[in-house]
């Protein structure tokens, strides 16, 4: 008997909204492989640094599209499809919508552009769910507070906010499946709210 497939599940939200923990917990209590959008391949580690280095030179936005572009179809091809292929589960630390609200909604570039710069990059591959962990944007900057910020994060609130909304248009439009939670509680009871939310979409490994 064939085993069953593999599912992918991107957490998504701005900076310092708390997804990164959340990814843990959920791939530790799913059992899946946990990974991170840019850099967890060494071709993804030297994007990162291009990316967000604030001592690297300046990126250009379409550049800059590019590069999460490159770094993303590296993932896929290293980490990604493997794993789905094995039949695990993957939980990963943003995937597509990053790009469309960072690059799309903060940036200004065009959304159809970068849609299909993302399907060309995946080879198609898209979450069987994406967990938006939404914080008001000034709740995840004073979460940042006294830490280094990267390239990204040393944006205005305005970026900040553009991004916020962004993330919230994707997660209301009816074309892909999205599970929204609020973050502002604590690590527990944002961990509990995505915890049923995904065995409610997709059940369990």
């Known amino acids: ?9 991107a957490l998504e939200g701005i900076d310092g909204c708390g997804k990164s923990t959340q990814a843990r917990l959920l791939a530790d209590r799913l059992g899946a492989v946990l990974t991170f959008e840019p850099g967890a391949t060494a ?32 993932h896929v091809a290293e980490v990604v499809r493997p794993a789905l292929g ?30 299909g710069l993302i399907e060309w990059a995946t ?11 939404e914080v008001e944007p000034a709740v995840g900057r004073a ?9 990204m994060e040393s944006e205005g609130a305005g970026f900040d906010q553009r991004v916020a909304d962004g993330y919230r248009l994707l997660a209301d439009r009816q074309d892909t499946p999205w599970l929204v939670v609020d973050g502002q509680g604590t690590v527990d009871q944002v961990a509990a709210l995505v915890w049923d939310g995904v065995q409610g979409r997709l059940g369990a490994p």
Do not use: K, N
Request: hydrophobic share 45%; charged share 25%; net charge neutral.
């Open 1 to 9: 008997m064939a085993s069953a497939p593999g599912r992918l599940i």
């Open 143 to 151: 979460r940042r507070a006294g830490t280094p910020r990267d390239r």
């Open 43 to 74: 071709l993804g580690a030297s994007l990162r640094t291009l990316l967000l280095d604030p001592d690297q030179p300046a990126v250009a936005e379409r550049a800059e599209a590019l590069l999460m572009a490159a770094d993303r179809a590296q």
């Open 123 to 133: 080879g198609g591959l898209a979450p069987d769910l994406s967990v938006l962990v």
């Open 86 to 115: 094995r039949g695990e589960w993957v939980v990963t630390d943003r995937f597509s919508a990053s790009t469309l609200a960072y690059q799309g909604y903060g940036r200004g570039l065009d959304l159809g552009e970068l849609t």
